[in-house]
């Protein structure tokens, strides 16, 4: 399966404990993106990738959450001291910059973070 | 305002019917737009993508931009209960950032 793969799937954890998830972009993609989506909602951009640069991050994303992307191909997410309003699907998207302007984004099947 | 609006719906309408779904944007300098489908549970996929005012067709989809009046639309023609899903609009914002609509829902009755 040459997509974006992400893991884990699924993640519950308790209330203030770190929490990482993983996503691996399509190989030859040196964009990366990763969105929070919640339940009615449209995806929520979070920050932008390009190779290993970190060139956009979201001004609501809290200190809690970084993310890093060390050698230009999979990105970590990590969420210090998680809070019931983390729970969300955590999704990461790749793409690869085309002429014209048509940036098609691929999506990864996305990890499910409960916080209890 | 939000920066991206949509109608969350749902829009139901039969099987073989036009299905028609909005979307505005708040930013004037927003130069390309893009419709993903996503189905219950699975993440989104592109469908459509314009940047030039008018209507660009593809198969059964057809989406018209008129930037004057900030309004994005996708156009579904016989509409197949397979296209039952949430239809979400995005639009770059910046140089890295995409903002994406709350979706709306689509219900194609068979």
């Known amino acids: 399966d040459t997509g974006v793969s992400q893991d884990p799937r699924h993640k519950i954890t308790k209330r203030g404990q770190n929490v990482t998830f993983r996503c691996d972009p399509i190989s030859e993609h040196n964009r990366l993106y990763w969105y929070r989506q919640t339940l009615g909602q449209g995806p929520e951009f979070l920050t932008y990738f390009q190779n290993e640069a970190q060139l956009e991050k979201s001004r609501l994303l809290s200190d809690r959450f970084s993310a890093e992307r060390p050698k230009g191909s999979f990105s970590t997410l990590e969420i210090q001291r998680t809070e019931q309003g983390d729970s969300a699907m955590y999704l990461c998207a790749s793409s690869t910059p085309v002429l014209g302007g048509r940036e098609e984004q691929f999506f990864g099947p996305g990890t499910r973070l409960t916080v209890l | 305002q939000k920066e991206v609006e949509q109608n969350s719906g749902p829009l139901s309408v039969p099987e073989g019917a036009i299905a028609s779904l909005n979307c505005t944007y708040s930013d004037r300098g927003s130069q390309s737009f893009f419709w993903y489908r996503q189905y219950s549970g699975k993440s989104p996929e592109l469908i459509m993508f314009i940047y030039s005012n008018g209507d660009k067709e593809d198969g059964r989809f057809t989406a018209q931009l008129n930037k004057a009046s900030q309004y994005v639309s996708l156009l579904i023609r016989d509409s197949q209960p397979s296209d039952s899903a949430t239809y979400l609009c995005?639009?770059?914002?910046?140089?890295?950032?995409?903002?994406f609509g709350t979706g709306t829902r689509l219900k194609v009755l068979a």
């Open positions: 995005a639009v770059p914002s910046g140089t890295y950032k995409y903002i």
